[in-house]
Each structure stands twice: as structure tokens, then as C-alpha cells.
């Protein structure tokens, strides 16, 4: 029972462009939404959170938006650098609830 | 240090054999979790402590994994007689306080133990 999908595995982009990574989820009771980046030997670093009353979130270089509607979100970085190159994880916590549910993560490159 | 610190970094156990994994979190915070994280996938949640209480361990597989905080600041993940389907990263996060329907949802994890078993 997947909870949280991240359907793209891996995602190229050129430095200084825009990197999108999406996340697709099904449990309606989800009522935060996390970002979380990870590079090899590291543990997960949070990056970027919204709440699901918001449909957006901004901070410097990240911003994330949520569509509840479609219970899609996704994590926009413009411009994107070679040092954003990691695993991206996109994680949720259901209400009322402690755990965060985890996707299987994108693999990010940017190439300069 | 500031963050969450995990030993060993790395174990190699031959399966039946016992391991003990710790986590040290963030001082001051009041939420500790574990998670396991397969190659490829993401970290799944196994337990979860509020201070010295085990609040949820639904997410443990077995009854041969067991988690305890005994005194609400450092934790410890045992696994008896360890099978090669327990080879995973396992994952120790922190956080300040988690409140339901308000902040403190954020949680900061530690560099994980990697666990073979052969």
C-alpha cells in the first residue's frame, strides 16, 4: 500500500534551469507535507514543508506547491546548482499522527 | 554535537546474531524515531517514543526487533538472531515536539547505521 508516490526515479537537469520533482499521494488525511534531500552516507537533511491547508510554500531557492484536489505536490528549484544533486524525498504525516510516510525518492543531477 | 548521532555506522553480523544500534538525539528533543530504509526505498517508520514512552511500534516487523529509551535522551534498536532480510539502513530522528494539528512536524535524522547481514 503505497501512501506516497514519486513516479519519476531519476531527473536531469542543467545547471541555473528550474528542477520540478513530483509526489502523488492517496490518504486524504495527510496534513503535512515534507521535502526532505539526502546525499550518499547522509541521512536525510528536511529541506521544505506546507501544510495542507496551504498551496504553497516559498523559501529562497525552493518552493513548494500542493494540490489537494489532485492530492499531487511538487518541489520546484530555480535556479538549480551542481550542489543540488541528491536523492529527494517527499514525505507526508497523517493527521493526528506522528510518522511520516516516505516516497522511494528522485535522484536529482544537475550537470553544469 | 548539534545533530542526531547514530553508532556504529556500519555492522556486519552473521545472521543469529544479536545487534544493538544507537541513536543519541538532538538534546532537548522530546520525539525520537526509527525508521528502516531498504536500497532504493525509502525510510520506512518502525517506533516511535515521546520522551522514555514507546507511543507506536507498529511499524517493527518482528517480535525480534525492540526498541527502548529508558531515560527519554538516548535510544537503542536491538534485533535478535538476525535474518539477511533485516540488511538495511536503519534511520534515528528527533524532533522538538510533535503536536497534532500544529508545527513541530519536522523531523531531523541522524546519518543512519548501515546493517549487513550475511
Known amino acids: 500500500d503505497q501512501q506516497v508516490k514519486q513516479n519519476s526515479p531519476s531527473l536531469s537537469v542543467q545547471e541555473g534551469r528550474i528542477s520540478i520533482l513530483n509526489c502523488d499521494y492517496t490518504?486524504?488525511?495527510?496534513?503535512?507535507f515534507l521535502w526532505y534531500k539526502k546525499y550518499p552516507a547522509e541521512g536525510p537533511t528536511f529541506l521544505i514543508s506546507?501544510?495542507?491547508?496551504?498551496d504553497k510554500n516559498e523559501d529562497g531557492r525552493f518552493t513548494v506547491f500542493l494540490n489537494k484536489s489532485a492530492k499531487h505536490l511538487s518541489l520546484h528549484i530555480v535556479p538549480s546548482q551542481p550542489g543540488d544533486s541528491a536523492v529527494y524525498f517527499c514525505?507526508?504525516?497523517?493527521?493526528?499522527?506522528?510518522?511520516?510516510?516516505f516516497g522511494a525518492g528522485t535522484i536529482l543531477r544537475v550537470k553544469s | 554535537g548539534a545533530g542526531v548521532s547514530q553508532s556504529p555506522r556500519y555492522k556486519v553480523a552473521k545472521r543469529g546474531q544479536d545487534v544493538a544500534l544507537r541513536c543519541d538525539p538532538i538534546?532537548?528533543?522530546?520525539?525520537l524515531f526509527w525508521y528502516q530504509q531498504a536500497l532504493g526505498q525509502g525510510p520506512e517508520f518502525l517506533t516511535y517514543?515521546?520522551?522514555?514512552?514507546?507511543?507506536?511500534k507498529s511499524g517493527l516487523p518482528s517480535d525480534r526487533f525492540f526498541a527502548e529509551r529508558p531515560e527519554g535522551s538516548v535510544s537503542t534498536l536491538k534485533i535478535q538472531r538476525t535474518q539477511q532480510e533485516d540488511s538495511a539502513v536503519y534511520l534515528c530522528?528527533?524532533?522538538?515536539?510533535?503536536?497534532?494539528?500544529?508545527?513541530?512536524?519536522?523531523?531531523?535524522f541522524g546519518p543512519g547505521t548501515r546493517l549487513t547481514v550475511t
Open positions: 530522528a528527533s524532533s522538538l515536539v510533535v503536536v497534532p494539528g500544529q508545527g513541530g512536524h519536522e523531523q531531523y
Open positions: 490518504n486524504s488525511m495527510f496534513d503535512y
Open positions: 506546507i501544510s495542507s491547508i496551504k
Open positions: 514525505a507526508a504525516r497523517k493527521e493526528y499522527g506522528n510518522k511520516l510516510v
Open positions: 538534546s532537548g528533543h522530546v520525539s
Open positions: 517514543f515521546q520522551n522514555e514512552a514507546q507511543l507506536d
